[in-house]
């Protein structure tokens, strides 16, 4: 009775897992990249230079799957959003990433060191859709392209 209790828990409460009275957040942005995407990835977001250094692939890997230990400092929250945006578009990621992403405190501010909020990756989501294209877009574009043709693959 007690396992199908715990099971309850972690399919109503999106991968929560209680253990000893801890309770532990597990992949909240049900990322659905593997090892073999991390260092596409890893490229992309230095090649757009995303945060204000260069990021591995073990950051990124933490970053979407919500364990990353020490927090990463935004150079372009456009473009951070836009990647995030993108790779929820192709189901990636959950489509409601705002919300465990500024959760997760993985990204602080470039401009006040802050965490962002999900009012700040909101707003500049909104203001990135009501704007002519960003150079990162191309970018970004190509790497979901490149994933997207990655999964296709998978189901052929």
Known sequence: NRDIDRMMKFVYTESRI?????LTV?????????????P?????????????KDVTEEE?????LGTLKEPLT????KGICYLF?????????????QTPLAKSESIKSGKSEKFVTT???????SRLKSENPMPFQTDINLLVDHLTGKSDSKTQ
Request: glycine letters at 6%.
């Open 85 to 97: 945006e993108a790779l929820s578009v192709g189901t990636f990621i959950t489509g409601q990433w």
């Open 60 to 64: 990124i890997k933490d970053l979407l």
């Open 26 to 38: 597990r992949n909240p942005l049900c990322c659905t990249l593997g090892d073999k995407d991390w």
């Open 74 to 77: 935004a150079n372009n929250l």
């Open 18 to 22: 209680e253990s000893d009275g801890e």
């Open 119 to 125: 009012t700040n990756l909101s707003t500049t989501l």
């Open 40 to 52: 596409v990835i890893m490229e992309c977001v230095n090649k757009t230079q995303l945060f204000k």
